[in-house]
């Protein structure tokens, strides 16, 4: 039996763990405390969570290179408040300023940038998952923008999450990476948690976000389908590459990263 609850805390330390980085370690301490109080308190844990999430962590990650993301700022968000409860936006100094200068640049054009995942608050090298890269501040996935079935300019995106749903789901490019055994190449389509909006690709306003986000020197690459870079006229942009196929595919967001 007591071995049970040791495995039962030690997946639920693991999974929280890989899900948000500090929460597997929040658990551990709400544990502790319940023990040091000899009693179950079941709302220890989500209230320690949540001053680690708000007061703590934000300033214990500055001076190891990384800060939180706006949350409630409307030209830079998060797609839903799952980024910022689960840690999942947190990049460098670097990154941040250039994300609120852009957002500065293309509030008067009425484009407002909403991010995906970041980078979790601590240590280099420590992936968030599932993505692989995204593990030293200097990366974000960013989404498109849309109109709605009007063709008006919409603030709103297709997918719950953000991810999964594709401009064109029968592109060419995606399929030879599937037709080449990438079977990760369009998993995405399994993390939408929901297309709760129908909409279609705003071609000039992704165009202008992602000019935006080239102009800046600290801008290294951003990735999204090569019959994106073409429909979107950016196909002298050097800084836009191809990921390859052993990524997943990139016609549902823009993946930005910094020098
Ligand atoms: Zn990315």
Redesign the pocket.
């Known amino acids: 039996m007591k071995f049970l609850k040791l495995f039962g805390h030690l997946t639920i330390i693991l999974i929280l763990t890989v899900l948000t980085q500090v929460g597997g370690l929040v658990w551990l301490l709400a544990l502790f405390i319940s023990i040091k109080l000899k009693k179950k308190k079941r709302f220890t844990f989500p209230i320690l969570y949540l001053v680690f999430n708000v007061l703590i962590i934000p300033p214990i990650a500055k001076p190891f290179g990384r800060e939180q993301l706006p949350i409630f700022n409307d030209y830079l968000k998060p797609r839903n408040w799952v980024y910022p409860l689960f840690f999942r936006n947190y990049v460098t100094s670097d990154l941040k300023a250039l994300l609120e200068n852009s957002a500065t640049n293309l509030k008067p054009l009425n484009i407002s940038i909403t991010y995906l ?1 970041a980078n979790f608050p601590f240590k280099d090298g420590f992936p968030l998952m599932p ?1 692989l890269s ?1 593990n030293d501040g200097k ?1 974000i ?1 960013i989404s498109f923008m849309y109109l709605d079935k009007h063709g008006k300019s919409s603030t709103k995106k297709p997918s719950v999450s953000g991810y999964g749903a594709f401009v064109d789901s029968n592109n060419i490019s995606s399929e030879n990476c599937l037709n080449k055994g990438y079977w990760q190449y369009d998993f995405t389509k399994y993390m939408t948690f929901g297309i709760i909006n129908n909409l279609k690709l705003d071609k000039p306003k992704t165009k202008l976000l992602i000019k935006e986000l080239l102009d800046s020197n600290l801008t290294e690459k951003i990735f999204i389908e090569p019959y994106l870079k073409e429909s979107l006229k950016l196909i002298n942009e050097t800084k836009i590459r191809f990921h390859g196929c052993q990524a997943v595919r990139h016609d549902d967001h823009i ?1 930005l990263q910094i020098k």
């Open positions: 995942d993505h995204h990366k996935d993946h």
